[in-house]
Nanobody, 115 residues
Framework: QVQLVESGGGLVQPGGSLRLSCAAS????????MDWYRQAPGKQRELVAT???????NYADSVKGRFTISRDNGKNTLYLRMNSLKPEDTAVYYC?????????WGQGTQVTVSS
């Protein structure tokens, strides 16, 4: 049974930075694509960034140039480095692992950007 556990969220001032982690257990995840999503209050969950097994990345326009997705296959961990944070980045952030026939989600970590 694969489990994903996010960490690294918290309260940060506008312009600040955070690094989110998503640790996987129960399976080696290096051969699968993974994503970061976020969901703000009253809004639909949205895709933030993706990374393939080969390391190719894509980003939502709203975070391009500010966020960086990466993975450490030796640690079975996915990361999201977030710089120049804005109040509109406030949301619960989720990681997702994409198996061929199904996906697995983490439980989420809260990021709040406020002065």
């Amino acid at each position: 049974q694969v489990q994903l556990v996010e960490s690294g969220g918290g309260l940060v001032q506008p312009g600040g930075s955070l690094r989110l982690s998503c640790a996987a257990s129960g399976s080696t995840v290096s051969i699968y694509g993974m994503d970061w999503y976020r969901q703000a209050p009253g809004k639909q969950r949205e895709l933030v960034a993706t990374i393939t097994s080969g390391g190719s990345t894509n980003y939502a326009d709203s975070v391009k140039g500010r966020f960086t997705i990466s993975r450490d296959n030796g640690k079975n961990t996915l990361y999201l480095r977030m710089n120049s944070l804005k109040p509109e980045d406030t949301a619960v952030y989720y990681c997702k692992l994409n198996f061929p026939r199904h996906s697995v989600w983490g439980q989420g970590t809260q990021v709040t950007v406020s002065s």
